[in-house]
Each structure stands twice: as structure tokens, then as C-alpha cells.
């Protein structure tokens, strides 16, 4: 069989060729992961937010005690009435990807004064 004709090391050809593409499958992945983490994190944070504002505490401080220290950067916080937060988060990028956008979550507590 001629040279050129040989198979060998095909497979790992089609590896090293493919890599690149599995890496870039992993990075999205793992990106759409920390979106839903930051989704719920939004959520737990409306939530300590309304409890805090219900009683007249301080919203924003409750916010981000609930929030990790890579989340509390894109903190905006915005009360929509007595007992009523609104929490928007900025989805952390992922390995320099672009960033996805932000993330909003809403909460009501019933103000106890």
C-alpha cells in the first residue's frame, strides 16, 4: 500500500482537529451555568431584599448579604413599594466571553409595621 494511502494516526488527527470545537462546547456550557446560578441568586436576593425592606430595614445590605462576592458588583437594586423589591444582577462572562446581559427578579413581603 502506498504511503499516502495509510490511515495511522487518523483518529487522532480527527481529535487534535476537534478539540478546539469541544473546548468552545465546554466554555458555553459552563456559561449558561453561571446564568442560571445568577438567576437564582437574583431571586434569593428580592426575596432577603423585601424581607429587609418589609420591616424597614436596609434592603440593599440584605441583597447583598445573599449574593456572592462575584455577583455583588452588578447589584442594582430598585424598590417598586412598601415590601416590594426588584433585584438585577449582571451574568458574570465565562473564559472572556461576551457578557450575556443581566438578570431581574422581583419579590413581596408583606410590610409588618
Known amino acids: 500500500m502506498r504511503a499516502w494511502r495509510r490511515t495511522d494516526g487518523q483518529a487522532a488527527a480527527e481529535l487534535v482537529a476537534l478539540l478546539p470545537l469541544a473546548a468552545l462546547l465546554l466554555a458555553g456550557a459552563w456559561q449558561l451555568v453561571v446564568a442560571g446560578h445568577?438567576?437564582?441568586?437574583?431571586?434569593?436576593?428580592?426575596?432577603?431584599?423585601?424581607?429587609?425592606?418589609?420591616?424597614?430595614?436596609?434592603?440593599?445590605?440584605?441583597?447583598?448579604?445573599?449574593?456572592?462576592?462575584?455577583?455583588?458588583?452588578?447589584?442594582?437594586?430598585?424598590?417598586?413599594?412598601?415590601g416590594t423589591v426588584e433585584v438585577t444582577l449582571r451574568i458574570p462572562p465565562v473564559l472572556g466571553?461576551?457578557?450575556?446581559?443581566?438578570?431581574?427578579?422581583?419579590?413581596?413581603?408583606r410590610p409588618q409595621r
Not at 431584599?49 to 458588583?73: T, V
Not at 466571553?97 to 413581603?109: D, I
Open 38 to 82: 445568577a438567576a437564582w441568586a437574583a431571586g434569593a436576593a428580592a426575596r432577603a431584599a423585601a424581607r429587609a425592606s418589609a420591616i424597614d430595614a436596609d434592603a440593599r445590605a440584605a441583597a447583598r448579604d445573599e449574593l456572592a462576592g462575584g455577583l455583588e458588583r452588578g447589584l442594582r437594586l430598585r424598590e417598586r413599594g412598601p
Open 97 to 109: 466571553l461576551p457578557v450575556l446581559g443581566h438578570t431581574t427578579a422581583t419579590a413581596h413581603f
